[in-house]
T-cell receptor
């Protein structure tokens, strides 16, 4: 059974600071890694995808992947109150697997 | 606009009354999938489809059926709904190539209540 682990939080970060979200996964064969943002009662919204080791930056967001440690993270710079949401880490393997989701980290940006 | 649509958005029904939740995407994606989301359990995959006429079970398929007769549509069928199927349901789609799927895009969700 593939597992994706996230700290459920809540993670409270002051406005303007860097929010750091972490995720570990159990399947060493995983090849694709995603971060989704989900507001309460809404659908998950794709923020970042990363496929190879290292960092990938997109605006205020940076995804980091370390396959040897089976670890993926998301950094949010200059955090805004609108970033307050649940962040879902999702992982998939190389075959026809769907996404395996972590249960999410609830992030609160304090004004 | 590229999107995944689901209907209905909200549904209250009674135990045993067959229902269908429709899902449609306009991105010409090969891969489509259904998830349910429950408090404390997160998102769990019900069924997925790699292409037309190709479907397979996810992690929680019991009590559900799907079909993929057209590339754009992937309906979820509950033949005899039960209260434990009360949940928030999401359809998703993605591009697929070489047996690998990429970023999945989600529909707006269907909140189902079975009494």
């Amino acid at each position: 059974q593939k597992e994706v682990e996230q700290n459920s939080g809540p993670l409270s970060v002051p406005e303007g600071a860097i929010a750091s979200l972490n995720c570990t996964y159990s399947d060493r064969g995983s090849q694709s890694f995603f971060w989704y943002r989900q507001y309460s009662g809404k659908s998950p919204e794709l923020i970042m995808s990363i496929y190879s080791n290292g960092d990938k930056e997109d605006g205020r967001f940076t995804a980091q992947l370390n396959k040897a440690s089976q670890y993926v993270s998301l950094l949010i710079r200059d955090s805004q109150p609108s970033d307050s949401a649940t962040y879902l880490c999702a992982v998939t393997g190389g075959g026809a697997d769907g996404l395996t989701f972590g249960k999410g980290t609830h992030l609160i940006i304090q004004p | 606009e590229a999107q995944v649509t689901q209907n209905p958005r909200y549904l209250i029904t009674v135990t045993g009354k067959k229902l269908t939740v429709t899902c449609s995407q306009n991105m010409n994606h090969e891969y489509m999938s259904w998830y349910r989301q429950d408090p404390g359990l997160g998102l769990r995959q019900i069924y997925y489809s790699m292409n037309v006429e190709v479907t397979d079970k996810g992690d929680v398929p019991e009590g559900y059926k799907v079909s993929r007769k057209e590339k754009r549509n992937f309906p979820l069928i509950l033949e005899s709904p039960s209260p434990n199927q009360t949940s928030l349901y999401f359809c998703a789609s993605s591009f697929s190539w070489g047996g690998r799927t990429y970023e999945q895009y989600f529909g707006p969700g269907t909140r189902l209540t079975v009494t």
